[in-house]
């Protein structure tokens, strides 16, 4: 190599040194700090002078054990690479994420030996997830569990119930006189009081016990260890005494009380929501006894008993006598049209009653053998299916619901093999399984291992169902060796409504996307949830606006009548364009905000008093202006126009609502007016620059060619 040639190449060597993302930091033989990028002193606050000389244990943060380091050593000196995930400290003491990656070169020329480590600062996505686990699980008001994180204590404290042949109280709590505070105290005040009535629960309660806010003003309580049935309302009555104590609120006393209907699990058996439900008609009793105080459900022993004995013989019967029928739900991706597979879901066409629909009977049968034998023959027809469509030349993917249990169970995979070798023609890559998240807990070692074989021995591939309702998504996607997570249809249907919801969706997107794993979402059931979904970068869905499941003899008519949305379709030509989908989506979250209050205008204002005034920081395009801010995706000057006339638009839509719901609809219509040529105002500047980042080719006419071709 010429002189110059080695000199261009040191030049650019050095530029990529300096201008790289990553940070790169360089170490000798015996472990000192030689060299480190601008990018590093960025992520970790030193200048260069202050990091050369040292050794790295200059960022140690303490979060890493000894064996940490020896393990990565160890693997340095046997491979000459390492690479994982390092908590470090900055210079000014906080701590941040990084992806470490390490490689030991020599130096030709010296045969000195280095250690070449590039950092990626993942500190914000760390931080997004763990806000992601927060919004998904716990109440935002009272910071206590939601209904999702509840199934998984629920199913703890069952096994722990089992484990310890102990009892297990469920308990439903409503507040006695609530309301009055709402009306005449006002919505902070009543906030302020459910904080203070839920700090009061927890602090009773014992550190193994479960309290969860369930909705308004009632809470779910599971109290484990129970001894008797004396100790369970010794421990109710206090509960019911110390609630009962006045409160200060807003410097007003302010005095309530509680009512508790509550059940016994092993006497009382049944899923989450049948015990619940037992609990809440006890709270009735309790209610007309004269409130602030408990009763519990009776089960009526061996009656109760014989009941479900029967029921469980009818769906037994009904499996016999092949009364089941599986109904498909098209999955499609929302950009090119294609059908990418089909959920089959099970009904029940039962000779009386009709069309049964699955939460009617599945809940009767969990953790029983009869789930197994259902299960089994949803596989078996699944794969007649499948065998019909390759016979017929259709490429469909089809992939059902198992549960955890019969996934778990012993002898699965063998009988899965003993099935799948009545169907030798049928390409199993075509094939999925379904497990719901909030159930994988259940034994996680056991069901990794079973859904890794299934992808290695028989090519069926299994994907998360309800992802984000789970307690630890992020360590179910990183432990199960799954191919595509689906977000849960409540957060999708509740986007439009929920910006928390909103930013639960977005978030999942992006996490799946973090680790290579398809996303699809369930719930989608208009256009509008189809375009946003679209704009933060999920194609595949499924849903009502798309098809409700039908019988499989009407998917091929189904298909064949099926258009792609206009509304959907020209995304297909954006999908790589960042900042134009990022702009259409406080695009489409304007229109969202202008379309929600029309729709209200229709309502009697007395029907409205749930109707959330939002500050800007609650809105959808607050949100999004407040992230796009700090992501930097599109230019300043832009933002800030955006920003000012936001500004300018939110309050007068507040005291809109506000003047609807004083019911003086008149002036709430004067002050529309006004909001609407704001709202059109900025509507026009958003489209103008969205159609200036739109390709030229991609006019009405063209879009139109295209999507015949």
């Not at 009962?244 to 009512?259: E, F």
């Not at 294609?338 to 879901?345: D, I, K, P, R, S």
């Not at 984000?468 to 409504?497: C, E, W």
Request: aromatic residues 10%.
């Amino acid at each position: 190599m010429s002189a110059l040639l080695k000199q261009q190449r040191h030049s650019l060597l050095e530029m990529l040194f300096d201008r790289v993302h990553e940070g790169i930091i360089i170490t000798n033989t015996d472990n000192i700090i030689v060299d480190v990028n601008d990018t590093l002193c960025a992520i970790t606050g030193y200048s260069r002078d202050e990091l050369i000389g040292q050794q790295p244990n200059i960022l140690s943060s303490g979060k890493q054990s000894s064996i940490f380091y020896s393990k990565m050593w160890q693997s340095l000196s046997d491979n000459g690479y390492w690479s994982g995930e390092v908590w470090n400290r900055k210079k000014d003491g906080s701590f941040y994420a990084e992806v470490l990656t390490i490689h030991r070169t020599i130096d030709p020329q010296t045969g000195e030996m280095f250690h070449l480590g590039l950092v990626s600062d993942i500190t914000m996505l760390k931080q997004h997830q763990a806000e992601l686990e927060r919004l998904a699980h716990y109440d935002a008001l009272t910071a206590l569990p939601n209904r999702n994180l509840l199934v998984d204590r629920f199913e703890q404290a069952i096994a722990h119930s089992n484990r310890t042949q102990t009892l297990l109280a469920v308990c439903f709590l409503d507040l006695d006189n609530f309301k009055p505070v709402n009306d005449e105290l006002g919505h902070n005040a009543g906030d302020e009081l459910l904080i203070e009535v839920a700090q009061r629960i927890k602090a009773m309660l014992r550190q193994d016990d479960t309290v969860s806010r369930y909705g308004g003003d009632e809470f779910v309580m599971l109290l484990g260890e129970i001894k008797n049935r004396q100790d369970c309302e010794l421990l109710l009555q206090r509960l019911t005494e110390e609630l009962s104590r006045p409160y200060l609120i807003d410097n007003n006393t302010i005095r309530i009380s509680a009512s508790i209907g509550y059940t016994v699990y092993p006497f009382d058996q049944g899923s989450m929501q049948t015990l619940i439900e037992h609990a809440d008609q006890t709270l009735y009793k309790a209610k007309l006894d004269g409130k602030k105080t408990f009763r519990m459900y009776e089960t009526g022993n061996e009656a109760w008993r014989d009941e479900k004995t029967e029921q469980l013989y009818a769906i037994r019967q009904a499996l016999s006598e092949n009364q089941f029928q599986l109904y498909m739900q098209p999955k499609i991706n929302m950009c090119s049209g294609e059908v990418v597979g089909y959920e089959a879901l099970i009904r029940w066409l039962h000779p009386e009653n009709g069309l049964v629909f699955p939460q009617q009977f599945l809940p009767l049968i969990n953790g029983t053998s009869l789930e197994i034998q259902l299960g089994e023959w949803v596989i078996h027809q699944a794969l007649s299916y499948l065998q019909q469509w390759q016979a017929d030349s259709k490429q469909w993917n089809i992939s059902i619901n198992l549960s955890a249990y019969h996934l778990g169970s012993n002898g699965f995979l063998q009988r899965l093999g003993e099935i799948v070798t009545e169907f030798p023609a049928v390409d199993l890559q075509y094939f999925q399984f379904e497990i719901l998240e909030s159930h994988a807990l259940d034994d996680l070692s056991l069901i990794v291992d079973v859904v890794r074989r299934c992808r290695d021995e028989f090519s069926i591939a299994t994907v998360l169902d309800d992802f984000g309702t789970g307690y630890s998504s992020l360590s179910h996607i990183r432990t199960l060796p799954v191919s595509a997570v689906k977000i849960d249809q409540t957060f999708v249907r509740n986007m439009l409504n929920d910006v928390d919801d909103c930013k639960i969706v977005e978030g999942v997107i992006a996490l799946a996307r973090s680790f290579d794993l398809e996303v699809i979402a369930e719930g989608v059931e208009s256009l509008r949830h189809g375009q946003i979904l679209l704009s933060m970068g999920c194609e595949l869905a499924q849903g009502y606006v798309i098809a409700k499941p039908m019988p499989a003899t009407e998917l091929t008519h189904w298909k064949q009548q099926f258009e792609l949305p206009e509304d959907w379709f020209s995304y297909r030509y954006h999908r790589q364009h960042l900042k134009w989908t990022q702009l259409n989506l406080f695009y489409l979250y304007l229109e969202l905000s202008l379309e929600s209050l029309e729709q209200r205008f229709d309502v009697d204002p007395e029907e409205l008093e749930l109707w959330p005034i939002l500050s800007i920081k609650q809105s959808h395009c607050g949100v999004w202006l407040e992230r796009t801010e700090n992501l930097q995706l599109i230019d300043k000057e832009c933002l800030q126009i955006l920003k000012e006339k936001y500004r300018s638009f939110h309050p007068l839509l507040t005291m809109t609502i506000k003047l609807y719901q004083a019911g003086k609809k008149q002036t709430a219509m004067q002050n529309f007016q006004s909001l609407r040529t704001r709202y059109q105002d900025m509507h026009q500047y958003v489209h103008a620059k969205l159609m200036q980042m739109q390709p030229a080719e991609l006019n009405t006419d063209n879009l139109q060619a295209l999507k015949r071709n």
